[in-house]
């Protein structure tokens, strides 16, 4: 069986929806029958045109049942997704499956969703219908606690589904006066127009004077939400009478068309059509080219690949802001800066446009290249101070990653091109969601066979000790074995020695998995004195570190030690934070083992601190691992049972104990048969739940030793649903609120710069928010409504 669980804790999570970002009008009907569904069924699908609000039911729809799923509302993007084969996968993602198990992934996420109770909510399942349903019967049948609500232009078609078709906004009736203008501006459709032209055109209201002219556009509109948005920021440049002289014109254009299509359907591609028409030449080139993007863009993505042939790379960004203020692109505010977005139907359309001029594959191939080219600069820069800042741009670019990588196959260059790219995201695949991807997406080239080139075959050479290394964290052994023979072979017949260098690497690995601690020191020393050779500070780095661990093994303290300090040396002059974390974690292993436990315990707590920053999921559990030894070690045995219970939660969610460092498993059945004994089995097993119930946060602060009250349900006030934070987490929030940089409250509170970026990462993740602005508007309405925003220090 598959163990596999996620960042949720057992207790009440908050599950994965967006904030919303403007006001939600009207629906209060259709939200009231998705809920008394949701009741009564276990599938249930929001059906209707695009433009017609489906997503935006379904989220709030989720965010009023929350508190009936106890472990979460999650929310599944799939519009992006052009891969059937992928589904699961990226349903996985969104659960915030964290797993290292080689299980196929809907095996994960049927193990991961039994007995939990959770809605999942599949968004714009049209284009993968049929793998839709058979993914949301597979799970409805293996989890009975499990709830599906799914958007689509048609219903899923599975047993015991529920359809509920989605109609437009509630319309006004222009030819009778009978409401009185409170009434009829309080209308669906008025409402929202009058909300989002005000937005667009401060000072803009619905009056006497122009009520009739307001009815008849939103009429015109059919009621379409994004209709209606489209056409309200219009009046930015228009009167309304002009804004509505314009859609007849349009409308009567289309007028003609095919009776079999439904008329929003009509509607909707007319006002879309005007839309286009109103961007300027440069926009319209520009509105092309972005639809290649799959989940957004950043600026420096959007100036690479649309600039040229009609667009001077110094013109995209006003470009941007054009189409920024047609809302056809929407502004995203990200921690590492501004992204943009375009709504599904928007893209679909440009792309539309882009075949008709035949400049399909010409973007596509320039997309290819920059996000090829941007894998290759990570890699490059994996080893320095902007490591943590390029994992967090990866993540971002995950959607256009993958894109990339689904169209190498159709290129000359493909195998080789394809196997590269892969490579070199190795620690986008390591450090996040996407190890089994990664690994798929190397086995796939691999499969492909080698081209007949030296190039080809040096490729090939380094994606097999990629691979290799993944299959290794997912304790396939066999096949790791099998890779790095075939990788040992082509690093000698092309004289490649980085190649031969990281081969010597991960055979140590499999040899302290399988037991041979002399052999693999002696694999970690060839792969050592092969990498500074080259220069591969990365290699050395990791050398060094699983050479620590094999010399602690071993009972050799002093070379394991020397060891540790040389890879801190090599990090700290190079200002790198990843190596450095899980040195520091070695380091502590052997410092635990001398005695030294006040030593240990500083060491892994600054690792932990580093590796939670990351999301690095691996770091926490083995971090946690030592802390747990200590604290058996100093005979406070309620928290080493404690923290045994985080690592059952952890352990399953990578789908394999201590995943990657298996030779360590003895260390972890003492510190359990000692604590068990100090304890009793009940007081152990007591301790042991309060520890797996613990969410992800709660059980890294608690491991930091951290001031959170831990009996509480994690992230919630006393039940009524509000986020709290710690006391740390509050103070800082006060500041981000005074408008200080994190610089400046680093300075305030005598901490690091980092620590506190990091919490401030923290306080947006339990709030749910994605910018500052949203913290200082929180802080101020606790301020004036007296809620607690804090915890109290705990057990």
Avoid at 387 to 399: G, K
Wanted: proline share 3%.
């Amino acid at each position: 069986m598959t163990a596999v669980t996620t960042t949720a804790s057992r207790g009440r999570h908050n599950g994965g929806l967006p904030s919303e970002v403007t006001s939600f009008v009207g629906r209060r009907h259709e939200v009231a029958e998705v809920r008394r569904l949701l009741g009564a069924s276990r599938a249930v699908t929001l059906t209707g045109t695009g433009g017609v609000g489906k997503t935006r039911l379904a989220v709030r729809a989720g965010q009023e049942v929350r508190r009936a799923f106890r472990d979460g509302v999650w929310l599944v993007e799939l519009a992006a997704l052009s891969d059937p084969g992928l589904l699961a996968r990226v349903v996985a993602e969104a659960l915030e499956i964290r797993t290292r198990s080689a299980a196929p992934p809907l095996a994960v996420l049927t193990e991961h969703l039994r007995g939990r109770q959770a809605l999942v909510i599949l968004d714009n399942c049209e284009h993968l219908l049929d793998a839709c349903a058979v993914l949301a019967d597979t799970l409805l049948r293996a989890a009975p606690e499990v709830r599906i609500l799914a958007t689509s232009r048609q219903a899923l078609g599975i047993a015991g589904e529920q359809s509920v078709p989605v109609p437009p906004l509630t319309l006004p009736e222009c030819e009778t006066r009978q409401p009185s203008l409170e009434a009829f501006a309080q209308g669906e459709a008025v409402r929202l127009f009058a909300e989002r032209a005000s937005a667009a055109f401060p000072g803009f209201a619905v009056t006497e004077d122009n009520r009739d002219v307001v009815c008849r556009i939103v009429r015109r509109l059919d009621g379409l939400p994004l209709a209606i948005e489209l056409a309200a920021v219009r009046l930015r440049a228009l009167s309304v009478q002009q804004l509505l002289e314009r859609l007849d014109d349009r409308f009567r254009l289309l007028s003609a068309g095919s009776r079999a299509v439904l008329p929003r359907h009509q509607t909707l591609r007319a006002l879309i059509d005007w839309s286009y028409a109103l961007c300027s030449e440069e926009e319209r080139l520009l509105w092309r080219r972005a639809s290649v993007f799959a989940g957004g863009m950043d600026l420096e993505a959007a100036e690479t690949v649309c600039s040229g042939d009609g667009i001077a790379r110094e013109d995209v960004v006003d470009l941007v802001i054009g189409l920024v203020d047609k809302c056809v692109l929407a502004r995203e505010d990200h921690q590492d800066g501004v992204r943009y977005a375009m709504l599904e139907t928007l893209r679909a359309y440009g792309a539309e446009q882009l075949e008709a001029c035949g400049e399909r594959e010409a973007l596509r191939r320039r997309h290819r290249g920059y996000y090829r080219d941007l894998a290759a600069l990570a890699r490059a820069e994996l080893f320095g101070p902007g490591q943590v800042w390029w994992f967090r741009r990866l993540r971002a670019e995950h959607a256009n990653l993958r894109a990339a990588l689904e169209s190498w196959p159709a290129t000359p260059d493909g195998c080789a091109g394809g196997l590269s790219m892969a490579t070199d995201l190795l620690y986008h695949w390591i450090t996040s969601y996407y190890l089994g991807e990664g690994r798929g997406w190397l086995e796939r080239g691999l499969a492909a066979g080698p081209g007949p080139g030296r190039e080809d075959l040096r490729v090939r050479g380094h994606a097999l000790w990629a691979a290799a290394w993944l299959a290794i964290i997912q304790a396939d052994l066999p096949a790791a074995t099998a890779m790095l023979r075939e990788g040992h072979r082509i690093g000698e017949q092309v004289r490649e020695e980085p190649i031969l260098a990281y081969v010597a690497l991960f055979r140590g690995m499999v040899d302290m998995f399988e037991g041979r601690a002399g052999d693999a020191v002696g694999h970690y020393r060839e792969a050592l004195e092969r990498h500074r050779r080259t220069g591969d500070m990365v290699g050395v780095a990791l050398a060094l570190i699983r050479l620590s661990l094999a010399y602690s093994f071993l009972g050799r303290p002093q070379e394991a030690v020397e060891a540790g300090r040389e890879c801190l040396a090599v990090c700290e002059a190079h200002g790198e934070g990843w190596h450095r974390a899980y040195m520091m974690m070695a380091l502590g292993v052997e410092l635990w083992r001398q005695g030294d436990l006040a030593g240990a315990t500083e060491l892994e707590r600054e690792g932990l601190a580093f590796d939670r920053s990351m999301g690095d999921l691996l770091g926490v559990g083995v971090t946690i691992e030592v802390l747990a030894w200590i604290a058996a070690a100093q005979g406070d045995h309620r928290r080493a049972a404690r923290l045994l219970g985080v690592l059952r939660t952890v352990w399953g969610a990578l789908g394999a104990p201590l995943s990657g460092y298996g030779h360590l498993a003895g260390y972890h059945e003492q510190c359990e048969a000692r604590t068990r004994a100090a304890l009793g089995e009940a007081a152990f097993e007591a301790q042991v739940r309060r520890g797996a119930g613990l969410g992800r946060e709660e059980a890294v602060a608690y491991a930091l030793q951290e001031d959170v009250r831990r009996d509480a349900s994690p992230d919630l006030d006393g039940g009524k649903g509000d986020p709290v934070l710690t006391r740390r987490e509050s103070e800082i929030a006060g500041l981000v609120a005074q408008g200080m940089t994190n610089k400046e409250i680093a300075a305030s509170l005598v901490i690091a710069q980092r620590t506190a970026e990091g919490h401030i990462e923290h306080i947006l993740a339990k709030l749910g928010f994605n910018s500052r602005a949203q913290i200082a508007v929180w802080v101020g309405d606790r301020a004036r409504d007296g809620g607690p925003a804090e915890r109290e220090p705990g057990d």
